[in-house]
């Protein structure tokens, strides 16, 4: 028997609300993906079918709560923001949306996110570090960033993302309050070298 299509995405659904919801009860490291194949009712095997590992899980978890979180920044971007303030809107935005998988977003930045650069040159299928990069480069683009300057700067906007992403999965500040304060360091950090004339 054939499964169509949309059978296929309703039980990838199911596997990530399963798993979402096994993470944040058991712990990332305590729940497998045997907990995950028999709370959906289906064969460990056959979840193998969807995703290739438990990290692969919480990798598609990140993507669909950041897919989210792009919906949010177009609807809370203001006319004529600061670049500043767009970058550090279209961060915030994520943080916001990844708070329910903050306790699991290690193995999100270790197996997604550490090296966009060579995981692209890999062509691991990722679409994290490309899709985001992406954003920020049309938020550039619309304050009229010179592309070339993006070019060489894409790295080290990168590092500091992903600093700010593992200090917030650690931070125990009211509200992650001091993640924010980095944030908007790192952004005005970044910012003022980008519009800098060298």
Same mark, same amino acid.
């Given at each position: 028997?054939?499964?169509?299509?949309?059978?296929?995405?309703?039980? /990838?659904?199911?596997?990530?609300?399963?798993?979402?919801?096994?993470?944040?009860?058991?712990?990332?490291?305590?729940?497998?993906?045997?907990?995950?194949?028999?709370?959906?009712?289906?064969?460990?095997?056959?979840?193998?079918?969807?995703?290739?590992?438990?990290?692969?899980?919480?990798?598609?978890?990140?993507?669909?709560?950041?897919?989210?979180?792009?919906?949010?920044?177009?609807?809370?971007?203001?006319?004529?923001?600061?670049?500043?303030?767009?970058?550090?809107?279209?961060?915030?935005?994520?943080?916001?949306?990844?708070?329910?998988? /903050?306790?699991?977003?290690?193995?999100?930045? +270790?197996?997604?996110?550490?090296?966009?650069?060579?995981?692209?040159?890999?062509?691991?299928?990722?679409?994290?570090?490309? +899709?985001?990069?992406?954003?920020?480069?049309?938020?550039?683009?619309?304050?009229?960033?010179?592309?070339?300057? @993006?070019?060489?700067?894409?790295?080290?906007? @990168?590092?500091?993302?992903?600093?700010?992403?593992?200090? @917030?999965? /650690?931070?125990?500040?009211? /509200?992650?309050?001091?993640?924010?304060?980095?944030?908007?360091?790192?952004?005005?950090?970044?910012?003022? @070298?980008?519009?800098?004339?060298?």
């Amino acid at each position: 028997m054939r499964i169509t299509a949309d059978a296929k995405q309703a039980t /990838r659904a199911r596997i990530l609300e399963v798993a979402g919801r096994l993470f944040q009860e058991k712990g990332f490291d305590e729940a497998t993906i045997r907990d995950i194949a028999a709370e959906v009712g289906m064969a460990t095997g056959t979840l193998f079918n969807y995703f290739t590992s438990k990290e692969d899980v919480a990798v598609a978890l990140a993507e669909a709560a950041i897919g989210q979180a792009d919906v949010d920044f177009a609807k809370k971007r203001r006319p004529r923001a600061l670049l500043r303030e767009d970058l550090f809107l279209q961060v915030a935005t994520q943080l916001r949306r990844l708070r329910s998988l /903050r306790t699991f977003i290690q193995p999100v930045i +270790e197996t997604a996110l550490a090296a966009p650069m060579s995981s692209a040159a890999a062509g691991d299928g990722r679409r994290l570090p490309g +899709e985001h990069l992406e954003a920020v480069a049309e938020i550039l683009h619309a304050h009229r960033v010179d592309p070339e300057r @993006w070019s060489m700067a894409a790295p080290i906007y @990168w590092a500091l993302y992903v600093g700010v992403l593992t200090f @917030w999965a /650690r931070d125990t500040s009211p /509200r992650q309050e001091d993640t924010l304060a980095m944030l908007d360091q790192a952004i005005n950090m970044f910012t003022t @070298w980008l519009e800098s004339d060298g």
